[in-house]
């Protein structure tokens, strides 16, 4: 636990430039940057000390006993979560559901403190991971933790499933089982080279092998259209935005996929759950992406773009936004 809340607050806590243009706690923290490393760092002071961090009595109502009891369970979920809370957002959920049965003003005073997010900032999350497989799935897709680099887009990722998954194990090429095998041994006998020539015919063979906690993982790589959405391309208005969003939902996460089929570029299309949460919910809320109503006609979809709609929120923010499908086929035909 103190490991993983000295790597947040070495990697986070790092002095606010000047000319930020977020609003300031009194940790001089921006919400947009370390505010989470803050409070790993005030987790990992009581941790050691059980003291609570000076001044935020200002900002709550409740007595230093009752904070020290916050604590205690916020320190219990931040070890529970896997992986802990890496955005604003995700610790400002956290501390919600943590403290959720205490006084409104605690739980406000407390985001505060950090430049958290306030609750009714945030984006309210209406679905969870159905319990059994819905209609129409192929199959179900257990990930390993996503790298950030591996987000191409608002509506596409790639993602990596471990061989030892029950569906793959049957699915592995003999030439990459054996090259993996003779991989290894080359490593062990430090014949680098020889290890590095038989890694590139795995990755060729369109698997890789992953080093995750320091334990090597054969993995095989899959594209993911997200299923139901369509995000601005990175050239347009909010494509960046839409792009950052996904990488912040998805990085260092294992996520569940339930896959419904191929698109024509040889991708996965899937509903994607992380931590509980429906990506395409967030995104479609958040304003940065389009329900992709010619391939998709769910009535929940088409409901949370119409809320970002009205209340202009991404893209909606323009009074005619491009749609992303018009500005592909636009550019194929070189206008």
């Not at 959405?229 to 996520?255: F, H, R, T, W």
């Amino acid at each position: 636990m103190g490991n993983a809340l000295r790597f947040l607050c070495g990697h986070c806590c790092k002095p606010t430039e000047a000319g930020d243009s977020y609003s300031l706690g009194p940790h001089g923290v921006s919400a947009a940057t370390v505010g989470v490393s803050a409070l790993a760092r005030d987790l990992l002071h009581f941790e050691i000390t059980s003291q609570v961090p000076e001044g935020l009595g200002k900002h709550v109502v409740s007595s230093k006993k009752a904070q020290a009891n916050w604590y205690r369970k916020l320190l219990e979920a931040w070890k529970e979560a896997k992986p802990p809370p890496k955005t604003p957002e995700e610790a400002a959920r956290l501390v919600i559901q943590t403290l959720k049965r205490h006084q409104k003003a605690d739980v406000e005073g407390l985001l505060a403190f950090y430049g958290l997010p306030l609750p009714h900032t945030l984006i309210q999350v209406s679905t969870g991971i159905p319990t059994s497989l819905p209609e129409g799935v192929k199959f179900e897709m257990p990930t390993l933790p996503v790298d950030a680099k591996a987000v191409a887009d608002g509506d596409t990722i790639t993602v990596y499933v471990g061989t030892t998954d029950p569906r793959e194990s049957a699915y592995v090429p003999r030439e990459v089982q054996t090259a993996n095998v003779q991989r290894s041994k080359a490593r062990a006998e430090r014949n680098y080279g020889k290890a590095d020539a038989l890694h590139k015919k795995i990755v060729e063979a369109g698997y890789r092998v992953l080093n995750i906690q320091n334990q090597e993982i054969l993995a095989r790589k899959y594209r993911i259209r997200l299923r139901g959405i369509d995000a601005p391309e990175s050239a347009m208005p909010y494509g960046k935005e839409a792009k950052e969003e996904l990488a912040n939902l998805v990085q260092g996460k294992c996520l569940r996929i339930f896959v419904y089929g191929e698109d024509r570029y040889g991708r996965c299309v899937g509903d994607i759950y992380c931590n509980g949460i429906f990506v395409q919910e967030i995104m479609l809320k958040k304003g940065l992406a389009w329900h992709y109503t010619a391939y998709d006609q769910r009535w929940e979809l088409e409901t949370w773009e119409k809320e970002a709609r009205a209340k202009r929120v991404g893209l909606w923010a323009s009074p005619n936004p491009e749609k992303p499908w018009e500005w592909r086929k636009d550019r194929r035909e070189g206008r």
